[in-house]
């Protein structure tokens, strides 16, 4: 009995929210939250290091996409986006997949040959972008590993001001670039 006592009153009250234990996981980010500020993100080569959070301290877009030269992501996703009228008015705009930098390089060239987009195709080799982002799943079944929600997130000032992420992962209908650039 004195154990239980004890145990009772070791317990926080409930408006004592910082010394409470939660096991949940936080809610996938969200309008308003600012980027991630990590030097994890390559482009091109594993030496030349992004970071998004420096980046887009304007106006931008960030589309994320499960994996490079998947089906989904290389015919309808990010095509959507290099060919959509409003593309320059997005401001810089990145393309993150949770690959290497010279995967998402040879994409990028195979998807935008000339450059003309000026979309920017960077590889998350170590998925710690997209785990900041909490906006990683499992998807070991298909791609052997986690790797990214597809999403796309409006940034301003270096903040999330719109976030489509599908809710099935991997879908395109809410991340599609004419549900994003209008």
């Given at each position: 009995?004195?154990?239980?006592?004890r145990?009772?009153?070791?317990i926080?009250?409930?408006?004592?929210?910082?010394?409470?234990?939660?096991?949940?996981?936080?809610?996938?980010?969200?309008?308003?939250?600012?980027?991630?500020?990590?030097?994890?993100l390559v482009?091109?080569?594993?030496?030349?290091?992004?970071?998004?959070?420096?980046?887009?301290?304007?106006k931008?877009?960030?589309i994320?996409?499960?994996?490079?030269?998947?089906?989904?992501?290389?015919?309808?996703?990010?095509?959507?986006?290099?060919?959509?009228?409003?593309?320059?008015?997005a401001?810089?705009v990145?393309?993150?997949?949770?690959?290497?930098?010279?995967?998402?390089?040879?994409?990028?060239?195979s998807l935008d040959?000339?450059?003309?987009?000026?979309?920017r195709?960077?590889?998350?080799?170590?998925?710690?972008?997209?785990?900041?982002?909490?906006?990683?799943?499992?998807?070991?079944a298909?791609?052997g590993?986690?790797?990214?929600k597809?999403?796309?997130?409006?940034?301003?000032?270096?903040?999330?001001?719109?976030?489509?992420?599908?809710?099935?992962?991997?879908?395109?209908?809410?991340?599609?670039?004419?549900?994003v650039?209008g």
């Open positions: 009995m004195f154990a239980a006592r145990l009772a009153t070791a926080p009250r409930a408006g004592v929210q910082s010394a409470l234990f939660h096991s949940t996981r936080p809610a996938f980010v969200k309008v308003g939250d600012a980027l991630p500020d990590l030097d994890v482009e091109g080569s594993p030496g030349n290091k992004v970071n998004l959070a420096k980046e887009l301290q304007g931008g877009l960030i994320g996409t499960p994996a490079a030269f998947s089906p989904a992501c290389s015919s309808t996703h990010v095509p959507g986006y290099i060919n959509h009228p409003k593309l320059k008015d401001g810089k990145f393309v993150v997949s949770v690959n290497d930098p010279f995967v998402t390089k040879a994409w990028g060239a040959p000339t450059g003309k987009s000026g979309i195709f960077l590889g998350d080799p170590t998925g710690k972008f997209t785990e900041a982002l909490d906006l990683g799943f499992d998807s070991t298909i791609f590993n986690r790797r990214s597809r999403y796309a997130l409006v940034i301003e000032g270096g903040k999330v001001k719109e976030a489509f992420v599908e809710p099935d992962n991997t879908g395109v209908n809410v991340s599609a670039a004419e549900k650039l």
